[in-house]
């Protein structure tokens, strides 16, 4: 029987990883965890309160719940992590290793834990980016990626311990907010463009980045969780791809439900945007487990204004 825990469990994408599990494992073998407590408490529950830099309260947890397979979502993103780099480096280096070990010594069965394209850096090849390529990356973000990536295989290899992880892209959803990537305006922009506010985007308008629509990144990690062990010639630094697209072609885009208006004002996050690909190849992960997602940038945009029309009740 799966007994699931899943860290970082109240952000962007455990918001909605939470309730797909909770329906395909029941209610009670889903447990949510995370740093912060949650608005109420009774929609969430199970809840426990678990900082990921403590290994000992892991590994009490995972004996108390029995838990078998770990989602480990809890981090530090991009944009947050350049502006407390020291945290980042605790939350996603640390915290990870403590997973890993905590893993090891309960014999758990499965890890699931997200990689980014902030793996990448400037030298890696911005279009059609290969899975195995130069990382490189300027960002503790990324490092602490690729050090994970490098964790997940250490720990398959040496001990036996099943990690297995997908580099998203940005992730753009309705039901939660981002939680400080570089890829946030991508879904900052629909609530001006639905009130009809004028949007300042944070990036150029040529930033063109990979991106995914959260239906199809619930779908990759999940499927990953369940792909035959032997096909794997990867372990936790998939690249997946659905969709590219630059702030222009995302506002023209919308314009054809909403107009509103829109002014550029890079930040430093343009400098983060510039060190990541334009677009990804995914092929390894299409062969090794079958991926392929639903999502292009027209059924995306159209899924959120509808969504976010009905939430804004609009
Ligand atoms: N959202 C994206 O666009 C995106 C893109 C690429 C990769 N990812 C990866 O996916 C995973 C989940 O991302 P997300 O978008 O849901 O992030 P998020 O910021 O929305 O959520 C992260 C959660 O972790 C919690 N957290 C922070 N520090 C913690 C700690 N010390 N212990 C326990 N919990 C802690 C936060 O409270 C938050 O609820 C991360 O590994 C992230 O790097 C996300």
């Not at 990356?137 to 997908?166: F, I, N, Q």
């Not at 909403?258 to 002014?263: L, S, T, Y």
Request: aromatic share 10%; charged share 30%.
């Amino acid at each position: 029987m799966k007994r699931i825990i899943v860290t970082g469990g109240l952000g962007q994408i455990g918001s909605e990883l939470v309730p797909f599990l909770r329906d395909k494992y029941g209610r009670e073998n889903v447990i949510v965890a995370d740093i912060r407590a949650p608005e109420n408490v009774e929609d969430v529950e199970p809840f426990i309160t678990l900082d990921v830099r403590d290994e000992e309260k892991i590994i009490k947890v995972i004996k108390e719940y029995n838990v078998d397979t770990i989602y480990h979502l809890a981090a530090i993103l991009s944009a947050r992590g350049e502006q407390n780099p020291q945290l980042a480096f605790n939350v996603n280096i640390v915290g990870m290793h403590n997973i890993l070990e905590a893993g090891r010594k309960t014999n758990i069965e499965r890890i699931m834990v997200p990689s980014s394209i902030a793996a990448f850096g400037p030298e890696t090849p911005k279009d059609n980016t290969p899975n195995d390529t130069v990382l490189k990356p300027r960002t503790m973000y990324g490092v602490s990626k690729v050090t994970g990536e490098l964790l997940a295989l250490y720990y398959w290899e040496k001990y036996g311990l099943d990690v297995r992880g997908v580099r998203y892209p940005g992730i753009i959803s309705w039901k939660a907010p981002p939680g400080g990537g570089t890829t946030d305006y991508a879904v900052e922009i629909f609530y001006y463009a639905l009130k009809g506010e004028k949007y300042t985007c944070f990036l150029r308008e040529d930033a063109t980045l990979p991106m995914m629509y959260m239906p199809d990144a619930i779908k990759a990690i999940t499927m990953l969780a369940e792909a035959p062990s032997d096909n794997l010639v990867h372990r936790a630094d998939f690249n997946i791809a659905a969709m590219s697209f630059s702030p222009k072609e995302l506002v023209e885009e919308i314009r054809k439900y909403v107009d509103f208006e829109v002014e550029y004002k890079p930040d430093y996050r343009q400098k983060i945007a510039d060190s990541w690909p334009r677009s990804i190849d995914d092929s390894a992960a299409r062969k090794e487990w079958g991926w392929n997602p639903d999502y292009d940038m027209a059924s995306m945009v159209k899924d959120m204004v509808k969504n976010l029309k009905k939430k804004l009740g609009l």
